[in-house]
């Protein structure tokens, strides 16, 4: 027998999941997974302050207990509160016990939406957004995605207000919260200061909590200049307003590319877990090192917040964040050479897309950008290049399965080692020649073309039956001439 839940699991998650990653589910290590939002580009470095940072050395009896205080590590939550102070310039100071500890950003929003919403209760996102955060809301706590369709052109400009005020008029249910994604994900951008105050000020005047998944906050490869006008990333704890309306969610899992630490370090995985690429040692698990809540002034929610996660991250994990990770002086290094690497990996990207003349939004932020391959708005031309990447070993996330109502679209993760960026850009080039060539045939194709042939076949006969019946006419002619005279 099995519960409600699994039952819809299988009849409408899991085969979505499979659809768009089943290349990757079975395991075959001969693609290239330019699908999944992972840093590869700093991991030499950080596996040497691991192995420096002398983790094993520090531990001590307490951690071998449980954690002490309400939300976590007291050591960690101490680091992370520094992190915070000296990279997202909150208005008010953050203090420890303003942070609860998580096992990874998608616990701690599994957390947070446990308290905001009872099932039925909608969250607003504008999509296009990554959409595990489906399984965070919907899933796991049956609560609803309000979807706002902004256009793309508007997306980031203080007018999507306009789309978010259509959609809580329309919405037939109770709404509790938005949703921002801010460096976004798929998109790759910064909102401005001016939207981010804009979509604040929205939430005070409904009363509706104002969530902000921050887990690219660091991995910035364009600041703003004389000659780039994109904004820099602006925390929503630097915004001003309703305090205790706002909800920062944040995890070490993206900036420091170590999604994959749960209890042990990556050397213990690497034996038996898949390669992302021929050539490339294999990947970590898909797990969340670490990920945190961020609430100043709303202490019940802070409170059960702490009581859903407590004891999810273990103090090892602790452990390994405060020596190896969170060192101030380390840290800066490390963001500053993390942002070259990434910004070298998105101009071979950029490239690649100009020199095709592939649309695409520049990216600034993050570890992807969003370009649409496909021109065509039939879904069949999506599903038709997927195919064609597939029988040449290269995954890319769609736009669709961010909620994209245009297809077409799709999101290429690029913080990969720069052969293996080549070797995919070389496998979605050849799937787009064979797209593009018209060479590419699905099951209906032959037939098509059967019935073309005949189609051709019927006009030639009736048109040489034309031409000859034409030639009759004219022999006739002069004849019946020289007879009528």
Same mark, same amino acid.
């Given at each position: 027998?099995?519960?409600?839940?699994?039952?819809?699991?299988?009849?409408?998650?899991? *085969?979505?999941?499979l659809?768009?990653?089943?290349?990757?589910?079975?395991? /075959?290590? /001969?693609?290239v /997974?330019m699908?999944?939002? =992972?840093?590869? +580009?700093? @991991?030499?470095?950080?596996?040497?302050?691991?192995r420096?940072?002398?983790?094993?050395?520090?531990?001590?009896?307490?951690? +071998?207990?449980?954690?002490?205080?309400?939300?976590?590590?007291?050591?960690?939550?101490?680091?992370?509160?520094?992190?915070?102070?000296?990279?997202?310039?909150?208005?008010i100071?953050? #203090?420890?016990?303003?942070?609860?500890?998580?096992?990874?950003?998608?616990?701690?929003?599994?957390?947070?939406?446990?308290?905001?919403?009872?099932?039925?209760?909608?969250?607003?996102?504008?999509?296009?957004y990554?959409?595990?955060? #489906?399984?965070?809301?919907s899933?796991?706590?049956?609560?609803?995605?309000?979807r706002?369709?902004?256009?793309?052109?508007?997306?980031?400009?203080?007018s999507?207000?306009?789309?978010?005020?259509?959609?809580?008029?329309?919405?037939?249910?109770?709404?509790?919260?938005? +949703?921002?994604?801010?460096?976004?994900? *798929?998109?790759?951008?910064?909102?401005s200061?001016?939207?981010?105050?804009?979509?604040?000020?929205?939430?005070g005047?409904?009363?509706?909590?104002?969530?902000?998944? =921050?887990?690219?906050?660091?991995?910035?490869h364009?600041?703003?200049?004389?000659?780039?006008?994109?904004?820099?990333?602006?925390?929503?704890l630097? +915004?001003?307003?309703?305090?205790?309306?706002?909800?920062?969610?944040?995890?070490?899992?993206?900036?420091?590319?170590?999604?994959?630490? @749960?209890?042990?370090?990556?050397?213990?995985?690497?034996?038996?877990?898949?390669?992302?690429?021929?050539?490339?040692?294999?990947?970590?698990?898909?797990?969340a090192?670490?990920?945190?809540?961020?609430?100043?002034?709303?202490?019940?929610?802070?409170?059960?917040?702490?009581?859903?996660?407590?004891?999810?991250?273990?103090?090892?994990?602790?452990?390994?964040?405060?020596?190896?990770?969170? /060192?101030?002086?380390?840290?800066?290094?490390?963001?500053?050479?993390?942002? @070259?690497?990434?910004?070298?990996?998105?101009?071979?990207?950029?490239?690649?897309?100009?020199?095709?003349r592939?649309?695409?939004?520049?990216?600034?932020?993050?570890m992807?950008?969003?370009?649409?391959?496909?021109?065509?708005?039939?879904?069949?031309?999506?599903? #038709?290049?997927?195919?064609?990447?597939?029988?040449?070993?290269?995954?890319?996330?769609?736009?669709?399965?961010?909620h994209?109502?245009?297809?077409?679209?799709?999101?290429?993760?690029?913080?990969? *080692?720069?052969?293996?960026?080549?070797?995919?850009?070389?496998?979605?080039?050849?799937?787009?020649?064979?797209?593009?060539?018209?060479?590419?045939?699905?099951?209906?194709?032959?037939?098509?073309?059967?019935?073309?042939?005949?189609?051709?076949?019927?006009?030639?006969?009736?048109?040489?039956?034309?031409?000859?019946?034409?030639?009759?006419?004219?022999?006739?002619?002069?004849?019946?001439?020289?007879?009528?005279?």
């Amino acid at each position: 027998m099995l519960s409600r839940r699994c039952r819809e699991r299988n009849a409408g998650v899991i *085969p979505h999941l499979l659809s768009q990653h089943g290349t990757l589910l079975s395991g /075959d290590q /001969d693609t290239v /997974d330019m699908s999944t939002a =992972e840093n590869w +580009l700093m @991991r030499e470095e950080l596996i040497e302050r691991f192995r420096a940072g002398g983790a094993f050395d520090r531990l001590s009896n307490a951690d +071998l207990s449980y954690p002490l205080g309400i939300g976590g590590s007291p050591g960690v939550r101490d680091s992370l509160a520094a992190l915070v102070n000296n990279h997202f310039n909150p208005s008010i100071v953050i #203090d420890p016990s303003h942070i609860v500890i998580a096992a990874g950003a998608s616990y701690a929003l599994d957390a947070l939406i446990e308290q905001i919403c009872d099932p039925e209760d909608s969250v607003m996102i504008a999509a296009p957004y990554w959409s595990g955060l #489906d399984i965070s809301l919907s899933v796991h706590n049956q609560a609803k995605v309000l979807r706002v369709h902004v256009p793309l052109d508007e997306f980031f400009a203080s007018s999507s207000i306009d789309y978010y005020e259509g959609a809580l008029k329309d919405s037939s249910g109770p709404v509790k919260a938005v +949703l921002v994604c801010n460096p976004h994900n *798929p998109l790759g951008r910064c909102y401005s200061r001016h939207t981010l105050q804009a979509l604040l000020d929205f939430c005070g005047r409904h009363n509706l909590h104002y969530i902000s998944d =921050e887990v690219y906050a660091l991995s910035l490869h364009s600041r703003k200049s004389r000659g780039n006008k994109s904004p820099n990333f602006v925390s929503a704890l630097s +915004l001003t307003g309703r305090r205790d309306l706002v909800h920062v969610i944040y995890s070490l899992s993206k900036d420091f590319g170590c999604s994959g630490i @749960r209890l042990l370090t990556d050397t213990v995985f690497l034996a038996v877990a898949p390669a992302v690429a021929p050539g490339v040692p294999p990947a970590v698990p898909p797990a969340a090192f670490m990920g945190a809540v961020i609430t100043q002034q709303n202490d019940p929610i802070r409170l059960s917040i702490a009581l859903s996660t407590h004891s999810q991250v273990s103090s090892f994990a602790g452990l390994l964040a405060t020596c190896c990770i969170l /060192d101030e002086k380390e840290t800066i290094l490390f963001v500053q050479k993390n942002s @070259r690497r990434l910004k070298r990996a998105y101009k071979m990207i950029q490239k690649f897309l100009i020199d095709r003349r592939i649309p695409f939004l520049p990216a600034e932020a993050g570890m992807f950008v969003f370009a649409r391959f496909c021109s065509s708005d039939e879904p069949s031309s999506e599903q #038709d290049f997927q195919q064609q990447m597939k029988k040449h070993g290269v995954v890319l996330a769609s736009g669709t399965s961010y909620h994209m109502n245009q297809p077409g679209w799709f999101r290429i993760s690029y913080a990969l *080692p720069p052969s293996v960026v080549a070797e995919g850009l070389l496998r979605i080039d050849k799937s787009l020649k064979v797209l593009n060539s018209g060479a590419f045939m699905d099951a209906k194709t032959p037939q098509l073309i059967t019935q073309a042939r005949k189609r051709r076949v019927v006009e030639e006969e009736a048109k040489n039956s034309v031409v000859e019946n034409q030639a009759i006419r004219k022999r006739l002619r002069p004849e019946q001439d020289s007879s009528g005279k």
